[in-house]
């Protein structure tokens, strides 16, 4: 069962909220379109929140849409509409910024799923990539920027603070198409790398005991809801 919400700041996007997610009202979700007018006004998002997914006051979700439309064309213009999904039990605290960067990928008619399951946004923290897989953990004030061919898969812990840029690292040699099952931190003003053992299962059971707290905090806290689903 869904709630379907229009939102009222964009008519090109609208929001599937499933039962048992909460979106907070000042929280934003916002799609970043081609500067070309003619093309805001063709393209069209159609998103998915998923069950147990939360986004806390003044967090950021930003979806910047590809520019490669060849698809689009061949089908006429006016039936483009990207849809994209939110997985499951996500966690967007307070100040974080995802910007999901598909300028790499192609229109298609297929879902794509943007985010899986399991990720934690923590408070503060920026973060700039194509895709997210599952449990993955962006620590407070990380500010993680892979590149618009590389994606974050599973299992990825990125340490409070730490600052990582693909694009200009050292590591870069190391991360060809995905990260997968690392750790992320500085040690002595340097930014090190390192295997993250079962970190998909680490970071899940992490969320399993806070998602619950914080659903009852934004439930209890006075908060004006998009999506008050409780399960």
Known sequence: MTTTTE???NNNLQI????GAI???TS???????SSQQQQQQHRVHLTVQTGTLFHPDSHLTIILSDNNDNGQQ???ENVCWKLVVGTHNLFE??????IDLRGMEYNDDAIQIIGDYNLFACMSNLETPVIGNGNAFESKSSVHTTTTTTIGDGCAFAPAVSFELQSSPLQDRVVRKMENVCVFTLDGNTLIRE???GLHR????????LPISAKALRGGGHSLLADTVL
Do not use: F, P, W, Y
Request: glycine fraction near 6%; include cysteine; hydrophobic fraction near 25%.
């Open 16 to 19: 599937s909220i499933d039962k």
């Open 28 to 34: 934003s979700i916002t799609v970043q379109q081609s």
């Open 7 to 9: 939102t009222a700041k």
């Open 23 to 25: 979106i907070v009202s």
């Open 94 to 99: 307070e100040r974080c910024h995802v910007k």
């Open 203 to 210: 970071n899940r059971m992490e969320l399993e005991r806070v």
């Open 196 to 198: 993250h053992g079962n």
């Open 75 to 77: 089908k006429g213009e």
